[in-house]
């Protein structure tokens, strides 16, 4: 088994992760993260679980990140993910587990966003010799294939000297961040064909972005982000497969050429997700199980010691209720509970003591 210095890992290391995943049949977890405790409790988890992760933040978390006081809602994203991109650069190593930085969903309003953060990378990328992070994200599936491409092509172009690679989204996926949250929830789901990719489309990524560099690839079959009422729409993993094996037989590559991202995870039923990874799907974004987890364990101690959360003493007791409602208190109880379920997270994927740190 390959190993690799526990940290940051980006370029070739990224690489090697990746490959050992697909050949292990196995995925990481890329959990979004919006502070510095929810990163915590991911680090706390892998390291718990012997196994790598990938850290993630979208334009919200990483303007979260910055402080939602800050006036230039911009600037907050640009430098929110700046600043947890440098968190994670200096704690990851001591937990010793190999840690991805990765941002999320950008669609064509947040391309100003990538390349602003690209801008960050490549000062970084002078001054430490490798990226700040290890890989973005652009999802352009609701324009045309080709605005979709030419940008991809543009961003793959920028970042390749950077050692950093780039996700790309084909076919929408449902769910709220997409605003087709409300058509799921009506019964009729009369027609989810725009919910799954075609293969013939990711053939043309193929071609067109492997010559510039380290690609991977979402593809929607039938996925939603959040969790819904199940039913609506049916996963259908095998349009992975049939992905794969239309670019293994026009361009005679080894098996499962592509490597995959499932988006929307929360929720899944854990059989299609085993056959999801089985196609060669390395990473899966986990958002909404994991913010309930962080939340529900909140929700439960202020119900338990609803006092506490009153009054700084008990009127009638005098008992005082520091201990209570230090914030330290109920968020170390919420980041616990989310260790627990990424621990589950890890299991469902098969990462679970599959760490390459060493
Ligand atoms: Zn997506």
Not at 243 to 249: G, N, V
Request: proline share 4%; glycine share 8%; net charge negative.
């Amino acid at each position: 088994m390959a190993q690799l210095k526990p940290g940051v890992v980006s370029g070739k290391d990224y690489l090697t992760l990746v490959t050992a995943a697909k050949a292990g049949g196995y995925a990481l977890p890329a959990v979004n993260v919006t502070s510095s405790s929810t990163i915590n409790a991911v680090l706390e988890a892998a390291a718990k679980n012997g196994a790598d992760v990938i850290v993630q933040l979208s334009n919200g978390g990483a303007q979260f990140y910055a402080g939602q006081g800050l006036k230039d809602s911009f600037q907050a994203k640009v430098l929110g993910a700046v600043a947890a991109a440098q968190h994670v650069h200096l704690l990851a190593e001591y937990y010793g587990v190999c840690a991805v930085l990765h941002t999320d969903h950008a669609n064509k309003g947040l391309i100003p966003w990538v390349d602003a953060l690209l801008d960050h990378g490549e000062a970084y990328f002078k001054k430490h010799g490798k990226p700040l992070f290890s890989s973005h994200m652009l999802d352009l599936s609701e324009e045309s294939m080709e605005f979709n491409l030419d940008q991809c092509a543009r961003i793959l172009k920028r970042m390749a000297p950077l050692d950093m690679s780039l996700e790309i989204e084909l076919g929408v996926t449902g769910g709220e961040e997409d605003g087709i949250g409300k058509e799921l929830d009506t019964n009729s789901a009369a027609d989810n064909s725009h919910l799954y990719t075609q293969p013939e489309d990711v053939l043309l990524a193929y071609e067109r972005l492997s010559p510039i560099g380290h690609f991977s690839v979402a593809a929607s079959f039938g996925n939603v982000h959040g969790v819904y009422k199940p039913g609506n729409v049916q996963l259908r993993p095998e349009i992975l497969k049939n992905s794969q094996a239309l670019i293994e037989k026009r361009h005679s590559t080894s098996a499962k050429p592509l490597n995959l991202v499932f988006h929307g995870g929360s929720g899944s039923e854990k059989d299609k997700i085993t056959e999801a990874v089985g196609y060669g799907v390395f990473k899966m974004n986990l958002d909404t199980d994991m913010q309930f987890a962080y939340s529900e364990a909140i929700g439960k101690f202020v119900m338990e010691n609803p006092k506490a959360f009153m009054y700084q003493v008990d009127p009638e007791t005098d008992k005082p209720y520091k201990k209570f409602y230090d914030p330290r208190k109920y968020l170390r109880l919420a980041e616990q509970n989310m260790v627990d379920r990424l621990t589950e997270a890890f299991v469902d994927l098969g990462s679970k003591g599959k760490s390459l740190a060493s």
